[in-house]
């Protein structure tokens, strides 16, 4: 898939304030500085469309950017560590939650995991409620360029062990960096076999 256009559509701090639409929508979600704006940016060719920051708790609504005039790209509060009042997060949390399970055009959220660390307590819970409510999502293992072939493919295998203690089968996973572009069009590509399958009603 080549990214054509891409504009910023809307910010809603709830479910019922998105935007009105049939198009497919895909969300990206994950822990606090995982580096979730960087990859948006990077996909979609524009490197400023998602505010990028050193601070965690950048993204505190949901955002919405239509995507060739075709779908949405759906950029979602982290989860996780963030320096914001409690009862502000949970809020967030809620929001997120509400429109993760309800949202009748959501087709797939990309759960971006950042691979230099140990499986995280935080990621693997996520992963269960999205699994125990059947949301369809993909993993996508982000700042790869940060560790070495052997300490990557290491670190991948803790995940999947993790993940295998109560899953059956493992889902679909991408490996990313923004740095060298990496994983950019294996993710695209998945995007666009989905709509696809979403416009023919599969």
Same mark, same amino acid.
């Not at 949405?72 to 409690?86: E, I, K």
């Given at each position: 898939?080549?990214?054509?256009? %891409?504009?910023?559509?809307?910010?809603?701090? /709830? !479910?019922?304030?998105?935007?009105? /639409?049939?198009?497919?929508?895909?969300?990206?979600? #994950?822990?606090?500085?995982?580096?979730?704006?960087?990859?948006?940016?990077?996909?979609?060719?524009?490197?400023?469309?998602?505010?990028?920051?050193?601070?965690?708790?950048?993204?505190?609504?949901?955002?919405?950017?239509?995507?060739? @005039?075709?779908?949405?790209?759906?950029?979602?509060?982290?989860?996780?560590?963030?320096?914001?009042?409690?009862?502000?997060? +949970?809020?967030?949390?809620? %929001? /997120?939650? +509400?429109?993760?399970?309800?949202? +009748?055009?959501?087709?797939?959220?990309?759960?971006?995991?950042?691979?230099?660390?140990?499986? *995280?307590?935080? @990621?693997?819970?996520?992963?269960? !409620?999205?699994?125990?409510? *059947?949301?369809?999502?993909?993993?996508?293992?982000?700042?790869?360029?940060?560790?070495?072939?052997? %300490?990557?493919?290491?670190?991948? #295998? *803790?995940?999947? @062990?993790?993940?295998?203690?109560?899953?059956?089968?493992?889902?679909?996973?991408?490996?990313?960096?923004?740095?060298?572009?990496?994983?950019?069009?294996?993710?695209?590509?998945?995007?666009? +076999?989905?709509?696809?399958?979403?416009?023919?009603?599969?």
């Amino acid at each position: 898939m080549l990214i054509h256009s %891409a504009s910023f559509i809307k910010s809603s701090p /709830t !479910l019922k304030e998105c935007p009105a /639409t049939l198009r497919p929508e895909f969300g990206f979600i #994950g822990r606090s500085n995982v580096g979730k704006s960087s990859l948006i940016n990077m996909l979609t060719g524009r490197k400023k469309l998602a505010k990028t920051s050193v601070k965690p708790g950048k993204t505190r609504t949901i955002n919405h950017f239509l995507i060739n @005039d075709l779908w949405y790209l759906v950029d979602l509060p982290g989860y996780g560590y963030a320096r914001v009042p409690v009862k502000l997060r +949970e809020k967030w949390v809620r %929001a /997120t939650e +509400e429109y993760i399970l309800k949202r +009748e055009t959501l087709v797939s959220l990309f759960v971006l995991i950042d691979i230099r660390h140990k499986p *995280q307590r935080s @990621d693997i819970e996520f992963m269960e !409620l999205l699994g125990l409510n *059947q949301v369809a999502f993909a993993r996508v293992f982000t700042k790869s360029d940060k560790l070495s072939t052997s %300490a990557l493919k290491k670190s991948i #295998g *803790q995940y999947n @062990d993790a993940m295998l203690d109560k899953w059956e089968s493992l889902p679909v996973s991408f490996i990313s960096s923004t740095v060298n572009g990496s994983g950019k069009d294996d993710i695209l590509n998945y995007i666009e +076999e989905s709509i696809n399958k979403f416009s023919n009603g599969v």
